[in-house]
Nanobody, 122 residues
Framework: QVQLVESGGGLVQPGGSLRLSCVAS????????MGWYRQAPGNQRVMVAT???????NYSDSVKGRFTISRDNAKNTVSLQMNSLKPEDTAVYLC????????????????WGQGAPVTVSS
């Protein structure tokens, strides 16, 4: 079993900052790409930022220059530093990771966290 648990969500004023963290635990042999997605009420889930195991990052245009994704491979964690937050950033943020549970690549599955709500409002 593999679990992803997010932390760090909450209420923040426009222009403020929040840092989200996600820890992967369980029967982990290797962790590949990790990322953050978000889903606002009534909207589809969309990619916010991703990071490969060698540190290559990718961001959605809406967060470029404001958000920074990072990871600690030794601790199986991925974080998202969110600065200059806007009301349109309000959503549930979900952690995502591609994880192998055995040496075989056939064991790779995509796992999701339960979500961390972020509300940007004055």
């Amino acid at each position: 079993q593999v679990q992803l648990v997010e932390s760090g969500g909450g209420l923040v004023q426009p222009g403020g900052s929040l840092r989200l963290s996600c820890v992967a635990s369980g029967n982990i042999f290797s962790t590949f790409a990790m990322g953050w997605y978000r889903q606002a009420p009534g909207n589809q889930r969309v990619m916010v930022a991703t990071i490969t195991s060698d540190g290559t990052t990718n961001y959605s245009d809406s967060v470029k220059g404001r958000f920074t994704i990072s990871r600690d491979n030794a601790k199986n964690t991925v974080s998202l530093q969110m600065n200059s937050l806007k009301p349109e950033d309000t959503a549930v943020y979900l952690c995502n990771a591609a994880i192998a549970t055995t040496p075989s690549t056939m064991s790779i599955r995509t796992y999701w966290g339960q979500g961390a709500p972020v509300t940007v409002s004055s």
